[in-house]
């Protein structure tokens, strides 16, 4: 998944919210990627998107699969 930057804002988050598995698959292949590239420490500049986007994919887990643990 490549990264780019819009003028305006770095992403909408409403547009990353997933709606389908393929999308929610997407997406925790986008936050994988920015744990690789350092968005996993504090302090990063990555690391407000990763907190973000983790947030958003916990939230479809809550509802998808609510007696699953992923840690």
Do not use: C, W
Request: net charge negative.
């Amino acid at each position: 998944m490549e990264l780019t930057q819009e003028k305006t804002t770095l992403f909408d988050m409403k547009r990353l919210t997933p709606r389908t598995e393929k999308e929610y698959d997407e997406l925790v292949g986008l936050l994988n990627t920015l744990l690789d590239a350092g968005g996993r420490f504090e302090g990063n500049s990555l690391s407000e998107l990763v907190n973000a986007i983790g947030d958003i994919v916990k939230e479809y887990e809550d509802i998808h699969y609510p007696d699953e643990d992923f840690v």
